[in-house]
């Protein structure tokens, strides 16, 4: 019979689900801050830990937010708010290596990472549209020119030409992406990439 395993974790092991563990931290962040971290829970469905996350894994981002303090000290007016958020005992410990080896305030820090994840999520969303937009343009042209040749297969075709059958579903297709297009940058409705329908 075999004897059941007495080793204990290794303590690689240990460290890592040591690190995973959540604690509870409190932060005194703007009321700018905290509106963008708000907006970002709400437009992509993750958890404020979810978001403590991706602000800490990005180096970039960390030196923004570093550069951007500029050796301003944390002001106690009540533009600030104290708010206490689950994260990872990993990402508070770098937080506070990061707050050490700079000389800034952790909280400082918290506030200008979620700012600065906040612009540059809105940097490529100002630059995501304005392709989409030159995209809709060349789309719309097309489209257009699909439908004037559709016009002049129609005029020179039997109406069972099976040629005319399927550049009439093309012509379908074209139209319904510039469709889609246009209500993406309207109402932000998600392109279905799948999208094949011609009826």
């Known amino acids: 019979m075999k004897k059941p395993p007495t080793d204990s ?7 890592s689900l040591s690190e995973k563990q959540s604690v509870r931290t409190t932060f005194k962040l703007s009321k700018k801050s905290l509106d963008a971290f708000n907006s970002l829970i709400e437009a992509h469905r993750l958890k404020p830990k979810e978001i403590f996350d991706l602000i800490c894994s990005f180096d ?16 106690t007016g009540k533009e600030y708010v104290r ?13 506070n290596r990061l707050s050490k080896k700079h000389g800034v305030p952790r909280d400082m820090l918290v506030d ?16 995501e549209r304005e392709q989409e ?26 109406k069972d030409s099976p040629i005319l059958e399927r550049f009439g579903a093309i012509e379908l297709l074209v139209e319904n992406l510039n469709t889609a297009i246009y ?17």
């Open 9 to 15: 974790p290794s303590p690689a092991l240990a460290t």
């Open 60 to 75: 970039q981002l960390i030196d923004i937010a570093v550069k951007s303090i500029d050796n301003e000290s944390l002001p």
């Open 83 to 95: 708010k206490t958020y689950v994260i990872s005992q990993q990402d508070k410990r770098l937080l």
């Open 112 to 127: 200008r990472l979620i700012l600065a994840y906040e612009g540059i999520l809105k940097l490529h969303k100002k630059k």
């Open 133 to 158: 937009e030159k995209a809709y343009k060349i789309v719309s042209e097309f489209s257009q020119n699909a439908g004037a040749t559709l016009k002049e297969l129609s005029d020179l075709l039997d």
């Open 183 to 199: 209500e993406k940058l309207e109402y932000d409705t998600p392109i279905d990439p799948d999208f094949l329908a011609t009826s």
